[in-house]
């Protein structure tokens, strides 16, 4: 497939492929070699077994996992549903948490698209767009050609979906004898794992930075019972960080 051979006077690091089709399975191939792989299997296992105690099927589970395709969003919709919330509720619940998302596709596209590229290439990055793939993507496009990125980002995604979807069904299945703290425990490692990959790429002060305020925020509004504590402890501590970056630059 050429994965991982350099073009002949290029850069080192730069990986090609043969083809789109050898990227996408290269993308596939880098999925399941990624420590992200084993964090979708606990945490769909856990999601799995949480559909199954709300009574809901395991097709059910299946199609939200591709049409939702976000873990946090799958909770909420399982939970609500399961509780009997009204529908309405539970859109508008799923829809605030999924964007979230919105600045990751705004970050990714740049890397994925092309002057020739067309808007139903980046129809698929953006739908399969989860804090998985978005690590993994800004580690990994950067190393390939341009034009093979967009097939290379829909392979890394669908080998991440077909683990969810897989360990789903496992979850589903043997949720009869899963304590519920281990179903919670593997829920989990899908923020802490996003959290420890957010410190590894931390490379300017200016990020650390705003993920330590994030943090710091972040406990403090939870003990203060704020609502949208997460959301508030990720704009200020961004926010605060960057104005400290500026203020240190603007005294140099």
């Known amino acids: 497939m050429g994965h991982g051979q350099a073009m002949p006077g290029s850069n080192p690091s730069l990986l090609t492929f043969n083809s789109s089709a050898a990227a996408?399975?290269?993308?596939?191939?880098?999925?399941?070699?990624?420590?992200?792989?084993?964090?979708?299997?606990?945490?769909?296992?856990?999601?799995?077994?949480?559909?199954?105690?709300f009574g809901l099927s395991a097709f059910w589970l299946t199609l939200s996992t591709v049409l939702v395709w976000a873990a946090p969003a799958q909770v909420i919709l399982i939970s609500g549903i399961g509780t009997g919330a009204a529908l309405f509720e539970v859109a508008l619940a799923v829809t605030l948490s999924a964007i979230r998302l919105f600045p990751m596709v705004v970050a990714l596209l740049p890397l994925v698209r092309t002057r020739s590229t067309r808007l139903h290439d980046l129809l698929l990055p953006t739908h399969f767009t989860s804090v998985s793939m978005w690590v993994e993507s800004l580690r990994l496009l950067p190393m390939l050609p341009a034009e093979q990125r967009a097939a290379f980002c829909n392979g890394l995604s669908v080998g991440y979906m077909g683990a969810a979807v897989g360990f789903g069904f496992?979850?589903?299945?043997?949720?009869?004898?899963?304590?519920?703290?281990?179903?919670?425990?593997?829920?989990?490692?899908?923020?802490?794992?996003?959290?420890?990959?957010?410190?590894?790429?931390?490379?300017?002060?200016?990020?650390?930075?705003?993920?330590?305020?994030?943090?710091?925020?972040?406990?403090?509004?939870?003990?203060?019972?704020?609502?949208?504590?997460?959301?508030?402890?990720?704009?200020?501590?961004?926010?605060?960080?960057?104005?400290?970056?500026r203020l240190r630059e603007a005294r140099a």
Do not use: K, Q
Not at 29 to 35: D, K, L, P, W
Not at 181 to 193: E, H, R
Not at 211 to 226: D, K, P
């Open 170 to 245: 496992v979850g589903y299945y043997l949720a009869a004898g899963l304590p519920p703290l281990l179903a919670a425990t593997l829920l989990f490692l899908t923020p802490l794992s996003f959290l420890i990959s957010t410190a590894r790429n931390a490379r300017m002060m200016m990020d650390r930075l705003a993920l330590g305020i994030g943090l710091a925020l972040g406990a403090l509004l939870t003990i203060m019972h704020v609502e949208f504590d997460l959301m508030w402890a990720g704009v200020g501590g961004g926010t605060l960080a960057y104005a400290i970056h």
């Open 24 to 53: 996408f399975f290269g993308g596939a191939r880098s999925a399941f070699m990624s420590v992200f792989f084993v964090v979708l299997a606990g945490t769909y296992v856990g999601l799995g077994a949480l559909a199954h105690d």
